[in-house]
């Protein structure tokens, strides 16, 4: 089967047993690059085009969010060279598809810590989720300068000052309290979790968010992860029995 022919739902996937929300760690830039010889960025730029893909392909599919995990915040270790050419993209990428994005009903949302972003990029994130913010056709998060653990420690910060100014009784914190405070707050958790390029970790993402997930790994790099990729990972989540610790 060659991803072209996928424009609609594959037979053999089951619609009412589709993930509802599918999020994805998109990883293997660097490598894919390397292996043609070319530099990682080039990966990175790749990158997009597999991206913007996968969220139409959601989208035609009848999957109703989609998250990506753009930048984490350990990202800032990397090269500043590499860094700078990230912020950039991200940039030029938002510009460039926010108009054909918001025509085909896209809501847009970033997550993450935003304010050390460059302040061009986030006035760009911005004005793509004010402009999208009433769309229903998919809902697409980005995760940009992301880290679960930071996520974590924000929202305890946050719940305990509020407790410091006898807004809030410590009794009161809850599970459902605390996901109301994430930077997910109101998007469900994600059912299905694709990490590529054969790395059997979670790298800090959405650490509280996928207690219940269901994870596929592929050897895939992201460049390369299409629709027929996509496809196999629906597959074998299908093939999944979720139990929730029951039996
Ligand atoms: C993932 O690809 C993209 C980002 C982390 C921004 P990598 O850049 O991590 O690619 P590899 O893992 O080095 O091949
Ligand atoms: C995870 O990939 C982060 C993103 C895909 C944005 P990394 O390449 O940064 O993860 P590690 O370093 O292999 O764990
Ligand atoms: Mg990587």
């Given at each position: 089967m060659t991803a072209k022919l996928l424009q609609t739902l594959p037979a053999d996937l089951d619609r009412q047993r589709l993930p509802r929300h599918v999020a994805v760690i998109m990883d293997g830039n660097g490598r894919w690059a390397k292996r043609q010889?070319?530099?990682?960025?080039i990966g990175h730029r790749q990158g997009v085009d597999a991206l913007k893909d996968l969220l139409r392909c959601c989208k035609d599919w009848g999957i109703e969010s989609l998250t990506a995990y753009?930048?984490?915040?350990?990202?800032?270790?990397?090269p500043a060279e590499e860094v700078d050419f990230l912020m950039v993209l991200f940039e030029r990428m938002l510009r460039q598809e926010l108009e054909q994005m918001h025509l085909e009903g896209v809501k847009i949302r970033f997550v993450g810590d935003?304010?050390?972003?460059?302040k061009s990029l986030q006035a760009e994130m911005h004005r793509s989720m004010v402009e999208t913010?009433?769309?229903?056709a998919i809902q697409f998060t980005v995760a940009i300068n992301y880290g679960g653990r930071h996520e974590i420690v924000k929202v305890s910060r946050q719940l305990a000052d509020m407790v410091r100014h006898n807004q809030?009784?410590?009794?009161?914190?809850t599970e459902k309290l605390f996901a109301d405070h994430l930077y997910t707050a109101g998007v469900r958790d994600p059912d299905l979790l694709i990490r590529t390029s054969g790395e059997m970790r979670?790298?800090?993402?959405l650490l509280w968010q996928i207690a219940y997930t269901e994870i596929y790994f592929t050897d895939i790099l992201w460049p390369e992860f299409n629709r027929v990729e996509f496809h196999r990972a629906l597959m074998a989540y299908q093939e999944r029995d979720r139990r929730f610790g029951k039996i």
């Open positions: 010889g070319l530099p990682r960025v753009a930048f984490s915040t350990e990202n800032w270790g990397r935003l304010d050390p972003l460059p913010a009433d769309n229903r809030l009784n410590p009794e009161e914190i979670l790298s800090n993402f």
